[in-house]
């Protein structure tokens, strides 16, 4: 299956891509059909073959999330942006029991407690 995706070109810290139909499985770097244009985010230059692009889309080509969106702000795709990306969220620390609790325990019952916590962080109750 054909995909229009970035190819990423340019010297390092120095990003450019060119807009390209591959086939979906290929390497990025590697093998592709035709190039449609490229894009510049650093001076925010895009450049595309309109005709090819149409072409390209009334075959019924996929396209990359991050292309979908490009063409969605240049108005050759009427539709809406769509998430391309997903940051991965860090893992919650469990709050630290209060101080006062904890100086009134004996050592025994604190290392049951921390045991209690442990558990619930890594068997969180069914909501």
């Not at 450049?47 to 080509?61: A, D």
């Not at 391309?84 to 004996?106: L, M, R």
Request: aromatic share 6%; proline share 7%.
């Amino acid at each position: 299956m054909l995909t229009i995706r970035l190819q990423r070109t340019g010297k390092r810290n120095q990003a450019d891509f060119r807009i390209v139909l591959a086939e979906k499985e290929s390497p990025v770097q590697k093998k592709f059909a035709e190039i449609l244009g490229s894009y510049n985010p650093r001076r925010k230059t895009f450049q595309v073959k309109e005709e090819r692009v149409k072409y390209w889309l009334s075959q019924r080509v996929e396209l990359s999330e991050t292309v979908h969106n490009l063409f969605v702000t240049k108005g050759l795709v009427d539709a809406k942006k769509v998430k391309a990306f997903n940051i991965p969220k860090k893992p919650v620390e469990a709050a630290a029991p209060a101080a006062p609790a904890a100086a009134t325990e004996t050592p025994a019952e604190a290392v049951e407690a921390q045991v209690e916590m442990e558990e619930k962080i890594e068997n969180p109750p069914a909501a």
